[in-house]
């Protein structure tokens, strides 16, 4: 009987303080902070560690198990609305695409020099071993990927291949959605392989330029180069920015684990995973933009002029949106 009356004496003294939390909790939960009114706002704080103290005195006094678990929960939705970052999911994204991608590319601007460095060195390279040997297209070209073309085909099958002229309409969407899935996982792989050092890395950025050589070389020797560079660039402006991206990540990551400095190997290695994972997020972004323009746009547009002054125009429209965006804090 003695615990029941404490029971009851301890709740008559502390319940309206516990009701009104569980009010100011309840209109958080539903229509978020910023619909509080500033004197419940100062006020919500204030409840949360009354219920914290009156959590403890009912765990010291031992009072009956519904108290107990009724201010835990309490006391647990409450520390959610005092300390959690509780954001919509418009103003997350926001936050990401406008301020943390960019910073990151930012950060990480020479790791992405030398991602472009090492793509466009492998370009140059597949470019002059394939217009020295045509054959050799075949060793830096899976068939998968050159779908029929190569040294063999006629100049005819290459440029239909540029323009898409049969066909293409029924498959824009499930081309882009494969093209996407296909270039993030391979972007993907090359930030993952950072965990084993630098150089695998490095050696997959290379390896991709020599195909974008090897298929650059196999244009111009049929006289296509500008047909040729105009179906790529629409969305390889994008889609190679991209993968430069994750080969920065991987470059990063790569860094950080054989050269430490004065960090702790671990502690070097779980920071700089995490600003390079925000670098592989954002790139994931970008493959999904490549793939809406090389899956719609360029098998419907064919005016080699336009295809240019898209190229260029998201060109400069991408990497001004990179070097610049997010420099002012709010």
């Known amino acids: 009987m003695s615990v029941t ?65 009724y201010l835990e929960s309490l006391c647990g939705r409450a520390y959610l609305a005092v300390y959690g970052t509780r954001r919509h999911l418009r103003g997350a994204l926001a936050d990401f695409f406008v301020r943390r991608f960019p910073r990151a590319v930012r950060a990480h601007r020479w790791h992405l020099l030398v991602s472009w460095a090492l793509l466009l060195a492998g370009a140059a390279a597949g470019f002059a071993l394939t217009r020295a040997d045509p054959e050799r297209f075949y060793a830096f070209v899976d068939a998968a990927y050159a779908q029929g073309r190569g040294p063999t085909s006629s100049t005819k099958a290459l440029r239909d291949a540029l323009y898409a002229r049969e066909g293409a309409a029924q498959m824009l969407q499930t081309f882009a959605m494969f093209l996407f899935s296909n270039n993030a996982r391979v972007g993907l792989l090359c930030f993952a392989i950072g965990f084993a050092g630098a150089v695998p890395a490095a050696l997959l950025l290379f390896s991709n330029g020599l195909v974008l050589g090897a298929f650059g070389a196999l244009y111009q020797s049929r006289g296509l180069s500008l047909d040729f560079w105009g179906w790529l660039l629409p969305h390889g402006i994008t889609e190679l920015t991209a993968v430069a991206l994750c080969g920065a990540a991987g470059l990063a990551v790569g860094q950080a684990l054989v050269f430490p400095g004065g960090e702790e190997r671990l502690a070097g290695l779980a920071r700089r995973g995490r600003e390079a994972g925000v670098l592989a997020l954002g790139a994931v972004a970008l493959f999904f933009c490549a793939a809406l323009v090389e899956g719609i746009f360029r098998q419907l547009v064919h005016a080699v002029p336009v295809r240019y002054a898209v190229a260029l125009g998201s060109l400069g429209v991408l990497y001004a949106y990179l070097f610049t965006s997010g420099r002012a804090d709010r």
Not at 23 to 33: H, K
Not at 37 to 60: K, T, W
Request: charged share 30%; hydrophobic share 50%; aromatic share 4%.
């Open 5 to 69: 009356l404490k029971s009851a004496a301890f709740r008559a003294e502390r319940e309206a303080g516990w009701r009104e939390l569980e009010g100011l909790l309840d209109t958080v939960e539903r229509r978020g902070l910023a619909s509080l009114d500033p004197r419940a706002l100062a006020r919500l704080p204030a409840l949360y560690r009354a219920a914290l103290s009156s959590l403890s005195v009912a765990r010291a006094i031992s009072l009956d198990r519904n108290v107990l678990d």
